[in-house]
Nanobody
Framework: QVQFVESGGGLVQSGGSLRLSCKASGFDFRINGMGWYRQAPGKSRDLVASITTGGSTNYADSVKGRFTISRDNAKEMVYLQMNALIPEDTASYLC?????????WGKGALVTVSS
């Protein structure tokens, strides 16, 4: 079945960097757009970065210029390089298909940014 396994979260100081990884399985990865979503406590889950099958990327305004999404089709992996982190980036980060997520979610990678 469809599965997403996120890793790479942690505690980082404001201005620091983290790289998240996501292993996808159970579907034809190469023909699907992929994305990173995040959900902060008490808030909705939002798409922050996406990448098409052809490698075109799109970012939410709040992370543009700081986050970079990439993919490795051979490994069925999606990555999110996060630089210049700020406390407002604190959230659980999850990967899924994009722009339309499927109703299977991993456990997420918790990112905590201290000021």
């Amino acid at each position: 079945q469809v599965q997403f396994v996120e890793s790479g979260g942690g505690l980082v100081q404001s201005g620091g960097s983290l790289r998240l990884s996501c292993k996808a399985s159970g579907f034809d990865f190469r023909i699907n757009g992929m994305g990173w979503y995040r959900q902060a406590p008490g808030k909705s889950r939002d798409l922050v970065a996406s990448i098409t099958t052809g490698g075109s990327t799109n970012y939410a305004d709040s992370v543009k210029g700081r986050f970079t999404i990439s993919r490795d089709n051979a490994k069925e992996m999606v990555y999110l390089q996060m630089n210049a982190l700020i406390p407002e980036d604190t959230a659980s980060y999850l990967c899924n298909k994009a722009p339309y997520a499927v109703n299977f979610w991993g456990k997420g990678a918790l990112v905590t940014v201290s000021s």
